[in-house]
Each structure stands twice: as C-alpha cells, then as structure tokens.
C-alpha cells in the first residue's frame, strides 16, 4: 500500500487549501503536480500543433501524442494502440458509440438493454439512438439497492431482440461495481454487443478489456488526476472499423474531392477532426504513468478500504440514512434524516467540505433507490481517513438550524 501523506504533497491544491476537505472526486480529481507540470510544459516549450507542422517541435509533439496511445492502451490492456480514439470526455465516447448504433446497427424492433442507474451521459445518447432507429429502451430489472441479478439480466435477452448493451462499470451514485465479465460474456452469447462507461470505473479499478471482453469503453482524463476536454473510446478494431465518425474535418481525412468523395483517414485517425486537446493528451500520459507508479491494485484497494471506514463510521450516527452500504469504490451517498440535502451541503461548505448533492445527473435513479436528492461524498487517493472523522463530527452535530443559517 502507498503512504497518502507522501501522495497528498503531490497535489497542490492539498497544498494550497490545507483546510478544505474535498470529497467531490466523482465530479472531477485533483491533478498531481507532474500532469500540471506536463500541460505547462507544452505551452512553455512545446506549443505546436500536431500533425500539421514541418519542424521539430510539431514532430516531437505529434510523436508524444501518437505514443499515448500504447500508454492508454497498457493501462487497459487493450491489444493494439489503434482501439484507442481519443475524445472529448466520456460523454464524447459514449455518443459516438450510440450514434453510430443508430445509424448503422439497431433497426426498428431491436431492443437497447440498459439500466436506469445510467448517467445522463450513458442513456440520452440511447434515446436518439432509439428515435433514429426505431429500436426501443429495455430496462434491467435493479433491486431497491440499485444491484442486479444476473439470471434477470439474461432473462432480457429471451425474445432475441437486443443488439446492444450500455452500462456501467460503477455507478457514479451508488458506487457499486457492476459484473462486466458476465455482463459481456451473457451479451456475447446472444449475439450483442456491449458499450460499458467506465467514467467513474476506471480511475479506481483495473480494467483489463480483453480479459473482460469489452466491446466498448467509454471514460474521462478529469476524473483520474488527469487534464479536462479529454476522454478515451477503446472499442474492438473490427468495430471501430465499421464505425462513422461524428465530426468531419481537419486531420481525419486522407484526401477529398470537388464531387464531394472523402478518403478517411485509418481508424483511429478518422475520429478524430479538427485540432485535439494536445495538452489533455499530454497530460494524461503523465496521470496514467502516476496511477501505475501507485499500482492500479492499490488504488483499488484504498478505495475499498476508504468507502468501508466510512460507512461504518456513518453506521453509527442515528441521523443518517445511508443509500449504498456495499459501496467499494470510493463513493458514499446518504442523507441527514429530515435535512434537504442541498442545505446539509450548504452547511458542510461553511465548515469546509466540498460534495455534490441532488441526483447526480441520474435522473431515473429514483424510480430503483426511491429517494432524487442525495449527498454523495466521493473519495480518491489523496483523501484520508483522518478527513472522514472530521466529516463524521460535522455531520454528527448538522441541525437544521445550522444548514438554513449557512443557505440565508
Ligand atoms: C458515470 C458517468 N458517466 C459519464 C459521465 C460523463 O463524463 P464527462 O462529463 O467527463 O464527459 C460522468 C460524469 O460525471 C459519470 O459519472
């Protein structure tokens, strides 16, 4: 296991708010010092565009951002450089795959089996997709807990009517991970594919795509220590071979003619028109190379480690109504009984905690959990136990006189 007071001086917004507990990693991380220094870097020395220039300093630059692929690659185990598109975010990723499914593989009468813990990122890109093809939403059956069984998952694909499977690797409200070997392997068998977000998975999880047999993989830079305005789909060659891009453009295409003919690029390449977010590559390089010098097994197992101190810390309060008590990943989410929990947030700002509260963009969440507003606290490996017990005071002593004082 690593030492977090040595991780801890690695971040310089630790540094420079030693007061602030923040526990809001689920909406964006904190970046260590070695990406800001990366992303720096390139706008003090390197700044030139990639692919696009005749000197140094764009061939160093454009080689850089070619290698981050096998970076990006190793991390997930994905076989080839060439399964790595490079996006704008997960969101980006994730509607690139359901466009596509819309455009070329759903037709009228097929199904899309998702999930109503989807974030908002994971399920609209799905209606239009629906809209488009005709094809209709099939919900799986979740438990009050927002977990699932797998018999009632296969049990959807009965009337062989599914031809695609969106989900996610953790929820980014319950923090629960979801079974993606079985998930894919069960999709597998009856002959449809499987689109997983992994936007809050694989910051705080190994991900071995092969292994798991993913056929696609959507997540962000931001939420693993990473820049902003990047993101990674790793889909299947074969798949992303048969696969439109979104956006036509500069560097996406080899060639183009007055009749209106356009010669793409190879896949990748052709996803990706118009100028990047060089920085943001370069930038998650250097997060990548730090999660693995921390080892993705230990960031998983603090995780774990964090979420179970937490909760049974929680446990112990009788004001408290905790929604996900298997939660290993980091993310706690409860309310304070009788407090909305907007103005409980209110309150934790004063004393200086940061956390996210409302429905998280899961807006149909509340049909499984049967509650929309929530705190949810979500942890990555620079926060520390020694944060929770000053959470666990504040949250022991929250009234609503003290959170309406906070919101006036
Ligand atoms: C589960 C999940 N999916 C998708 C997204 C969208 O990620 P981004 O906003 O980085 O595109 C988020 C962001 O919070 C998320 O938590």
New binding site residues.
């Given amino acids: 296991m690593f030492d977090v007071k040595e991780i801890r001086k690695d971040f310089p917004m630790i540094t420079n708010h030693p007061d602030l507990i923040y526990f809001d990693s ?3 991380s904190y970046k260590p010092q070695c990406v800001i220094d990366e992303v720096r870097n390139y706008y003090e020395f390197d700044n030139a565009n990639i692919h696009r220039g005749d000197y140094d300093i764009s061939f160093k630059v454009s080689k850089i951002y070619d290698d981050t692929r096998k970076t990006v690659a190793g991390f997930i185990n994905a076989p080839r450089k060439e399964c790595i598109v490079y996006t ?7 509607n690139t795959v359901a466009i596509n499914a819309g455009n070329k593989l759903l037709k009228k009468g097929d199904v899309i089996l998702t999930s109503e813990v ?5 399920i609209l890109p799905w209606f239009i997709a629906a809209e488009k093809s005709g094809a209709q939403i099939r919900y799986i059956p979740f438990n009050e807990h927002a977990l699932m069984d797998l018999k009632d998952y296969e049990e959807c694909f009965k009337d062989g009517k599914v031809k695609i499977v969106a989900l ?1 690797y ?3 409200v319950m923090g629960y991970i979801y079974p993606i070997r079985e998930i894919c392997m069960i999709a597998h068998k009856y002959g449809a594919l499987v689109s997983i ?1 992994g ?2 998975g694989v910051p705080h999880l190994k991900i071995d795509v092969q292994d798991f047999d993913i056929d696609f993989l ?1 997540f ?1 830079s ?2 693993m220590l990473g820049p ?1 305005g990047i ?1 990674v789909l790793y889909g299947k060659y074969d798949l992303l071979e048969q696969m439109d891009p979104i956006f036509y453009g500069g560097g996406s295409n080899a060639r183009f003619y007055e009749d209106g003919r356009i010669i793409l690029q190879k896949t990748p390449e052709k996803f990706e028109a118009g100028t990047p977010c060089i920085e943001g590559v370069l930038g998650l390089r250097k997060a990548i190379e730090y999660l693995e010098s921390i080892g993705m097994d230990n960031v998983m197992e603090y995780g774990i480690e964090l979420s179970e101190y937490f909760i049974e810390k929680l446990e112990k309060l009788d004001n408290v109504e905790i929604y996900n008590k298997g939660s290993q990943s980091g993310i706690v989410t409860f309310n304070i009984k009788g407090i909305f929990a907007q103005d409980a947030a209110s309150y934790f700002n004063k004393m200086g905690i940061s956390v996210r509260t409302g429905n ?3 807006k149909l969440l509340q049909n499984v959990i049967h509650v929309n507003e929530t705190i949810r606290a979500s942890l990555y490996i620079y926060n520390t136990k020694e944060e929770i017990d000053r959470f666990i005071d504040v949250i022991k002593d929250t009234t609503i006189e003290k959170c309406v004082d906070s919101v006036l």
Avoid: F, I
Wanted: aromatic content about 4%.
């Fill in positions: 689920g909406a964006t704008y975010g997960a969101t980006s990723s994730l989807e974030h908002a990122s994971d996610p953790v929820s980014n977000d936007a809050q959507s962000s931001h939420k902003a993101g998280h963009c899961a």
